[in-house]
């Protein structure tokens, strides 16, 4: 008994570290019991959707996005619908085409803030009328945040649970990309439920589903899954109130560094264009110019020429994989190229130049 109470109170413990965490850019506080420990952020998207995957049910999912989504809904027999980010507007989410794909099965749409593969930030204005038109839908929002406050240019990171008095929010994340330590796997998926709707039996279009409740269902999927490793879990309060401000400082000083190299030498190389300059995450989406190419037939033909010629790889911005039966896509977006800046500066550098060399060599002659 004393073992079970014991470990009762180092879970309760655990998790209101990860709270009192989230809390210092909240207006509402939330509590050990909104929080749900997971084995990182893939755990959390895969509890997620394991929940919401009700017959007949559809969820809305970002294009450009991060491809898990579209596995894991797949796997749980969840009807995928994209909307589009509209690269002009900073990769802003179009938000006429979540109201024209939502119907009265859909029952969530997921955004990913930072944005990957985007680099986008979004700002508190543009976060707002995500949550308002989410309400006016019927539907909650899943906030991908694993890239929380990895953030480097102008607009500075806003949390979706901001809004949780406007509509529900489950936001996932994990210390894996803020912290740099991805290995460690572990990560949460919280509440911000300020009215407790996600107690109730319904959200919105999920009174379909009335022996639906979010979070007694959340639980029942974590009593029947694997746990974070112990000694991680026990490091949690000492990595989370311990981590001085000057660690986070330099980790985006670095990652800014590494934006603004892929920026300037992007400009440089006329077969590729950079939309919207990356303010935060990992990464950075590029459309691809085929008209100035030779001999190169879309994004996959690209990026597999350019690995065998120049050791580079990047990931092509739609390729399909699996099986007849299960395709799905690898960021959503044809003749887009991801890029990932979270290297070394100088290899970034001798990268690029590679990528412009590939160019040079495959330009088409004017």
Partial sequence: MFLIIFSLEFLNLLKRSVADYLNRDLPYKLSPDDVFLTLGCTQAIEITLTVLAQPGANILLPKPGFPY????AAHSHLEVRHFDLIPENGWEVDLDAVEALADENTVAMVIINPGNPCGSVYSYQHLQKIAETAKKLGI??????VYGHLTFGNTPFVPMGVFGSIVPVLTLGSISKRWIVPGWRIGWLVTSDPHGILQESGVGSLSLFPFLRVVESIKGCLNISSDPVTFIQGAI????D???EDFFIKINNILREAADICYKKIQDIPCITLPHKPEGSMFVMVKLNLSSLEGIDDDMDFCHKLAKEESVMLLPGK??????SLIWTAVGMKNFLRITFAIEPSVLEIGLERLKAFYERHAKIQ
Avoid at 69 to 72: K, L, V
């Fill in 242 to 244: 311990n981590t001085t």
């Fill in 69 to 72: 989504y579209e596995a894991r």
């Fill in 319 to 324: 390729a399909s994989l699996g099986t007849k």
């Fill in 237 to 240: 309060p000492q990595i989370i």
């Fill in 140 to 145: 909650m929002v899943i906030a991908d945040e």
